[in-house]
């Protein structure tokens, strides 16, 4: 469970998340495990970064970030971070630190270049810039999180949406820098609202609890989506696990309509 950011988490969403995979007849391993209670853990993994030289303070805003990464004439090269603070004399760090903004941390990746291989997307090498591992309100980030989640549960393989296809270098990177083993990675088309956009909430009723079908139906329409069910056929989860080839996932996103499923 994915719940380091307190202030999105909302009482009674992980029961209906695991509720909702139970009766698509999805389990899981072992008891399940939430992030805000693994702590430790990513504060033992901050300290070995930082023991080893590899972080430093950042205390710009996103507003900084975004006018510092704008090139000269005026068009943001990306979200990268710049590295404004990378080399902060001692002075100019009490300097920023008394005017009370709290720090984030950075990694010093150093522009490294980190090439992987997707078992759907394929080959690709990215240049990495000095990411946030721990939020300046003293939250570990994301990538921080998942990486020593991974490692500690010993996942070969992450299957995950496309839309995280962009994270992955990072998180191979700080794999490395701590000395964990690098998991194969497998980045899945997303679910399309008719917009195009990845489907949420603002598409209407998407959610297993307000739609009108069974929870079987939901899963013959993933199914069919995935290639491995016939249109109107419900298929067992068993018939599904048979069937399964990570070969043949598709390549493309799904779009979805209200009427998908019908
Ligand atoms: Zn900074």
């Given at each position: 469970m994915e719940d380091l950011d307190r202030s999105r988490v909302r009482p009674g969403i992980e029961q209906t998340q695991l509720s909702d995979l139970r009766a698509i007849g999805l389990d899981w391993d072992g008891p399940v495990v939430r992030q805000s209670e693994r702590m430790e853990l990513y504060e033992e993994a901050i300290e070995q970064l930082d023991a080893g030289g590899l972080l430093y303070p950042c205390f710009c805003t996103r507003a900084e970030i975004r006018a510092a990464a704008s090139a000269p004439h005026g068009i943001s090269t990306s979200d990268r971070y710049p590295g404004t603070c990378r080399d902060l004399t001692a002075l100019q760090r009490a300097e920023r630190e008394a005017a009370g903004r709290p720090p984030a941390l950075r990694v010093r990746a150093g522009d490294a270049r980190v090439a992987f291989e997707d078992r759907l997307l394929g080959c690709s090498e990215e240049m990495v810039d000095?990411?946030?591992?721990?939020?300046?309100?003293?939250t570990p980030a994301y990538q921080l999180a998942v990486v020593v989640d991974d490692a500690r549960q010993q996942i070969g393989e992450v299957v995950r949406?496309?839309?995280?296809?962009?994270?992955t270098p990072r998180q191979i990177l700080l794999a490395r820098l701590l000395g964990l083993r690098e998991p194969a990675y497998a980045h899945v088309p997303l679910v399309l609202g008719p917009d195009g956009?990845?489907?949420?909430k603002r598409h209407g009723a998407v959610a297993l609890s307000d739609r009108s079908e069974g929870p079987e139906e939901v899963r013959s329409w993933m199914a069919r989506t995935l290639g491995l069910a016939e249109t109107g056929e419900m298929a067992s989860i068993d018939d599904l696990l048979d069937r399964f080839?990570?070969?043949?996932?598709?390549r493309e996103p799904t779009v979805w309509s209200p009427s998908s499923t019908v």
């Open positions: 000095d990411f946030v591992v721990r939020r300046n309100d003293g949406g496309a839309d995280l296809a962009d994270s956009r990845r489907l949420a080839d990570p070969e043949r996932l598709p």
